[in-house]
T-cell receptor
Framework: GNSVTQMEGPVTLSEEAFLTINCTYT??????LFWYVQYPGEGLQLLLK?????DKGSNKGFEATYRKETTSFHLEKGSVQVSDSAVYFC?????????????FGDGTTLTVKP | DAGVTQSPTHLIKTRGQQVTLRCSPK?????VSWYQQALGQGPQFIFQ???????QRGNFPDRFSGHQFPNYSSELNVNALLLGDSALYLC???????????????FGPGTRLTVL
């Protein structure tokens, strides 16, 4: 079956530091890949997505590239801010079929200190 | 444009009781999926509704059931509650794109269920 493995947290960084959160996946076919962010007490918000190999998703300074050869979708940001403190989830969904049935990683908690 | 809304925000029940959670999808969306998120874990897919029918189901027992109404809103019902059912229940809506697929899903804020 499908699975997503995320870098274990928590991750603590100073403001303006570089961020990488690793994500690898196992899936049949060609899934779509997503990063979601969850702020304290809130639901999940879509951060970025990529639907095919070598696609780069980007939003709010965050980027992730769909690497089929390494089955990875690592999240990066060049300079984090205190407001980026949240839990980040990597997820996949099968393309074309069952696209709403997503498989999530366990999340990585990021804390950014001023 | 209203996003996905869920009610209630919080709920406390005792073991053995039954609970109903509600979800209104984002305007224009016709597909609703439900997820259970235990503390410290990622969401787990429960089931998905499209055209008022359950289309896909995850590894959850029959105590978990649902319904979708003609206006695309949805309910999640859980019978015979167990302590382990305590979690954040998330609803996500999306738009069917044909062939059983859907576009990106948008999540509601969730309902926090506590079973005592």
């Amino acid at each position: 079956g499908n699975s997503v493995t995320q870098m274990e947290g928590p991750v603590t960084l100073s403001e303006e530091a570089f961020l990488t959160i690793n994500c690898t996946y196992t899936a049949t076919g060609y899934p779509s890949l997503f990063w979601y962010v969850q702020y304290p007490g809130e639901g999940l918000q879509l951060l970025l997505k990529a639907t095919k190999a070598d696609d780069k998703g980007s939003n709010k300074g965050f980027e992730a590239t769909y690497r089929k050869e390494t089955t990875s979708f690592h999240l990066e940001k060049g300079s984090v801010q205190v407001s980026d403190s949240a839990v980040y989830f990597c997820a996949l969904s099968p393309r074309l079929t069952n696209a709403g049935k997503s498989t999530f990683g366990d999340g990585t908690t990021l804390t950014v200190k001023p | 444009d209203a996003g996905v809304t869920q009610s209630p925000t919080h709920l406390i029940k005792t073991r053995g009781q039954q609970v109903t959670l509600r979800c209104s999808p984002k305007s224009g969306h016709d597909t609703v999926s439900w997820y259970q998120q235990a503390l410290g874990q990622g969401p787990q897919f429960i089931f998905q509704y499209y055209e008022e029918e359950e289309r896909q189901r995850g590894n959850f027992p029959d105590r978990f059931s649902g319904h979708q109404f003609p206006n695309y809103s949805s309910e999640l019902n859980v019978n015979a509650l167990l302590l382990g059912d305590s979690a954040l229940y998330l609803c996500a809506s999306s738009l069917e794109t044909g062939g059983g697929g859907t576009d990106t899903q948008y999540f509601g804020p969730g309902t926090r269920l506590t079973v005592l």
